[in-house]
């Protein structure tokens, strides 16, 4: 229920905020609307009000929207529009006119990222501190000889603070297939410089993030293996397991971390395990039998049980980076700049074969993206909201004809010849573009049930 009501207000926002655009800049420069349409299909609500009794709907299907406006379809020379009407027809309107309109959906969902980082970079942003821990063996960070507990310092020549500042510069970077410049800072504060080689990275398995591809993994806590929290009805409450315990010993074998621990968990479902664990100062000896679950097509096993750990414990792995009121939009207008380029590149390289198409998400993707996203906290889905609003404002940009790329690359084509695209070029645009995004919808389709079949 949770991902489904994401889902659903992710995309009444963003196609609301797009269509407001479109809506909004469509009135300022004197054109009648007769339809503002949030969703396609049979209409769940509508309503008229206003000077020109716009009607506004809210349509069965969330996957889109549509504003409808006087002239539309109609051709400058053949004009069904009535004649006090006729100033305020679409077609009548200047190029210039037009082309605010239709770039205006694209620009409102460019605004709403920004406005949206905004408030996260104002309210702080978590983050893990980039810490080396351990190197992929032979990956290009291991032939890098980094050491462990270096800390990342730049990428490039751009300072960073944390590891997803860290994901975000190397992913931009190996798109360029070029060295990398890395700085790092060790325990004894000694700074250290590094060329990581990526022009052997593969980017056609789409499962694997870039830390893992250039060979760094994160360095988190070592968590003790003390209980926290209990499920109740959950085989760890069963064996009589409690909040606080410190488990020493399984199967007669040391237990040094909880990472450890969780991997013996899962290692033996439903079969009986034996504890040794120290309650105050008490030794006990408990047995619990794991349940059985099915995680990516993997038989594992699970007793219900988190770990117990001090948020100062945490602290240290973590930073909390605040920015002004000023600088925080400065940065939010780089993070939404930063983030349609980089889209546009991605495109790029797609076409031509540098990345795999497999990275191209649907609507079942976005809809699982925005349950977890809304699971995670408020700050997480601000911040998943922002990013598929600067999706939607990019693909629509895209020159395809049915989408605003495509009408603005008419408008443009009006604009350097001063003759407008026929009506029978305009028609086949039509079916080409109608073609193109059927095609990417079965791409995106496709790839989103071969995640949910995999895992």
């Known amino acids: 229920m949770l991902t489904v009501l994401a889902f659903i207000l992710t995309l009444g926002i963003v196609v609301t905020v797009h269509e407001y655009g479109h809506f909004q800049v469509a009135r300022w420069c004197g054109v009648k609307v007769l339809k503002f349409s949030i969703g396609f299909g049979q209409p769940l609500w509508s309503k008229r009000f206003g000077k020109d009794q716009t009607e506004y709907v809210i349509a069965a299907i969330p996957l889109g929207g549509y504003v409808k406006m006087l002239g539309e379809e109609a051709s400058p020379d053949e004009s069904n529009v009535s004649s006090e009407d006729m100033s305020r027809a679409l077609n009548r309107q200047s190029v210039g006119k037009r082309i605010a309109i239709v770039l205006a959906g694209p620009f409102a969902n460019l605004l709403l990222a920004i406005f949206l980082y905004w408030i996260l970079f104002m309210t702080g942003v978590v983050g893990i501190k980039p810490t080396v821990g351990k190197l992929i063996e032979n990956s290009p960070a291991a032939l890098l000889n980094l050491q462990a507990d270096e800390v990342i310092q730049k990428v490039g020549n751009q300072s960073v603070s944390s590891w997803q500042d860290v994901r975000w510069l190397l992913l931009k970077e190996t798109l360029k297939k070029t060295d990398i410049a890395i700085q790092t800072i060790n325990p004894q504060q000694e700074i250290k410089s590094y060329q990581l080689n990526v022009s052997n990275i593969d ?253």
């Open 203 to 455: 980017f056609d398995d789409e499962k694997l993030d870039v830390l893992d591809k250039v060979g760094f993994i994160v360095e988190m806590p070592k968590i003790s293996p003390k209980i926290g929290e209990v499920v109740k009805g959950s085989p760890a409450e069963q064996a009589g397991l409690k909040t606080n315990d410190l488990v020493l010993e399984l199967n007669k074998a040391k237990v040094s971390d909880w990472d450890s621990f969780v991997k013996e968990i899962k290692s033996h479902p439903e079969t009986e395990i034996a504890l040794l664990i120290q309650r105050d100062d008490q030794l006990m000896a408990l047995s619990v039998t794991p349940e059985a679950i099915i995680e990516n097509d993997e038989k594992i096993g699970r007793i219900g049980a988190g770990f117990n750990m001090q948020q100062s414990e945490l602290d240290q792995f973590f930073i909390t980076t605040h920015y002004s009121v000023s600088g925080a939009f400065l940065k939010a207008v780089e993070k939404t700049w930063d983030t349609a380029t980089f889209s546009l590149k991605m495109m790029g390289n797609m076409v031509l074969g540098n990345v795999s198409w497999k990275g191209m998400s649907g609507p079942v993707t976005i809809a699982s993206y925005a349950g977890q996203s809304a699971n995670m906290g408020f700050k997480v889905f601000i911040g998943f909201l922002a990013l598929i609003s600067i999706s939607i404002g990019v693909l629509n940009l895209l020159p395809i004809p049915v989408l605003d790329g495509g009408h603005l690359m008419y408008y443009m084509f009006e604009f350097f010849t001063g003759r407008p695209v026929s009506e029978a070029a305009m028609n086949v645009g039509q079916r080409i573009g109608v073609f193109l995004l059927a095609c990417m919808m079965v791409l995106a389709l496709y790839n989103d049930i071969n995640r949910l079949i995999t895992g």
